[in-house]
C-alpha cells in the first residue's frame, strides 16, 4: 500500500542547531511530494512541494527538502533553527482516490526548539 | 483574504448528539476536503469533493455526511455523536487536484463526552 513514513516522532534541538527530518514514501509512479508545517494551536501551513524537476526545492523560512529517487526519500533540512520554528511537520504526498487524488500524511515528527 | 473559514474553533458534545462543522472558501477552488487529526495517525481523509453537487468519501466516512450545495460551503455534519470522534477537524480546499498545495482552515477541536 501506498504509505508516508516519518520516522522521527519527536526532535529536540538548540537553537542554531542544524535539522534534518527523514520523510520516506512506498510507492512509485508519479511522486508528488509535500512539507507541512502546524505551529502550536494553528492549521497546517504548505512549507514546500516536489512534483518533478531539480530535486532539491527550496521551500518558506530558509527549508528545503531533496528528493532523492533512488532512496524513496524526501527529507525535510534547515541549516539553523530558531525557537520560532517549534512546530509539528507533517510530510505527505498524493495518492489516486476515486475522482481525485488524496494526501497521505505522515504521522508527524514534533520539534522543539530549546533557546 | 479569508482563505478557508472553519466554525466553531472548539466544540463539545454529549454521545449521540448531532451537529455540523461549517467550512467555507472564498478562492473559487473546486477541490475541498475534510480530515480528521489524531495523535501518532497523522491526518485521515473524511470525505471530499470535486465540485458542487459531487461528494465522495474518503478513507473514514462511517459516521459522517457531507454536502456541497455552492463551490464555497462543504460542511461536514456528525449524525449521532461518539467518542471516537474526538478529534481536531481540518477542512482543506485546493484549485486543482493537488497540483497547487492545500490551504487548511485553522481547525475545529470537537470533544465528544
Known amino acids: 500500500a501506498q504509505s508516508v513514513s516519518q520516522h522521527n516522532h519527536h526532535v529536540i534541538l538548540s537553537e542554531a542547531a542544524s535539522l534534518e527530518l527523514g520523510c520516506n514514501y512506498s510507492y512509485g509512479g508519479t511522486v508528488n511530494l509535500f512539507w507541512y508545517v502546524q505551529y502550536p494551536g494553528q492549521h497546517l501551513q504548505l512549507l514546500l512541494k516536489?512534483?518533478?524537476?531539480?530535486?532539491l526545492v527550496k521551500g518558506i523560512k530558509g527549508f528545503e527538502a531533496e528528493f532523492i529517487k533512488s532512496k524513496f526519500s524526501f527529507n525535510l533540512r534547515k541549516p539553523s533553527v530558531q525557537w520560532s520554528d517549534t512546530a509539528e511537520y507533517f510530510c505527505?504526498?498524493?495518492?489516486?482516490?476515486?475522482?481525485?487524488?488524496?494526501?497521505?500524511f505522515g504521522t508527524g515528527t514534533l520539534l522543539a526548539v530549546q533557546p | 483574504n479569508a482563505g478557508v473559514t472553519q466554525t466553531p474553533k472548539f466544540q463539545v458534545l454529549k454521545t449521540g448528539q448531532s451537529m455540523t462543522l461549517q467550512c467555507a472558501q472564498d478562492m473559487n477552488h473546486e477541490y475541498m476536503s475534510w480530515y480528521r487529526q489524531d495523535p501518532g495517525m497523522g491526518l485521515r481523509l473524511i470525505h471530499y469533493s470535486v465540485g458542487a453537487g459531487i461528494t465522495d468519501q474518503g478513507e473514514v466516512p462511517n459516521g459522517y455526511n457531507v454536502s456541497r450545495s455552492t463551490t464555497e460551503d462543504f460542511p461536514l455534519r456528525l449524525l449521532s455523536a461518539a467518542p471516537s470522534q474526538t478529534s481536531v477537524y481540518f477542512c482543506a480546499s485546493t484549485r486543482d487536484k493537488l497540483n497547487y498545495g492545500y490551504t487548511f482552515g485553522s481547525g475545529t477541536r470537537l470533544t465528544v463526552v
Open positions: 505527505a504526498g498524493t495518492r489516486r482516490w476515486g475522482a481525485t487524488n488524496k494526501l497521505i
Open positions: 516536489y512534483f518533478s524537476g531539480d530535486p
